[in-house]
């Protein structure tokens, strides 16, 4: 069955740092870019990372840029998404969504691949 599947998300302390993964079933990570979103209540999906299988280029959106870092585990088959320095508008469900595209699209209407959600919340 071809799924993701995120985790590690939970409530974490303003300024501290969180780790969220994408791990793939079904089919190779290595061959797609993996992007994440995230969403918050009352706000539209929004980009955040993204890193490409074809160049080895990471994107960030500039919110995010110098706090969070893609990495993928090929061996692993995931993608996790390290973030540092959290502040209150990084609570959100963030999804990771995976495409065949070469490059990171910060648009999530070309992903149809995705995982359900991890919450993330950051408290004061």
């Known amino acids: 069955q071809v799924q993701l599947v995120e985790s590690g998300g939970g409530l974490v302390q303003a300024g501290n740092s969180l780790r969220v993964s994408c791990a793939a079933s079904g089919f190779s990570l290595a061959s797609y870019t993996v992007t994440w979103f995230r969403q918050a209540p009352g706000k539209d999906r929004e980009f955040v990372a993204g890193?490409?299988?074809?160049?080895?280029?990471?994107d960030y959106a500039d919110l995010v840029k110098g706090r969070f870092t893609i990495s993928r585990d090929n061996a692993k088959n995931t993608v996790t998404l390290q973030m540092s320095r959290l502040t209150l508008e990084d609570t959100a469900v963030y999804s990771c969504?995976?495409?065949?595209?070469?490059?990171?699209?910060?648009?999530?209407?070309?992903?149809?691949?995705w995982g359900q959600g991890t919450q993330v919340t950051v408290s004061s």
């Open positions: 969504a995976a495409g065949i595209g070469p490059t990171t699209d910060r648009s999530w209407a070309k992903y149809n691949l």
């Open positions: 890193s490409s299988w074809h160049s080895h280029i990471s």
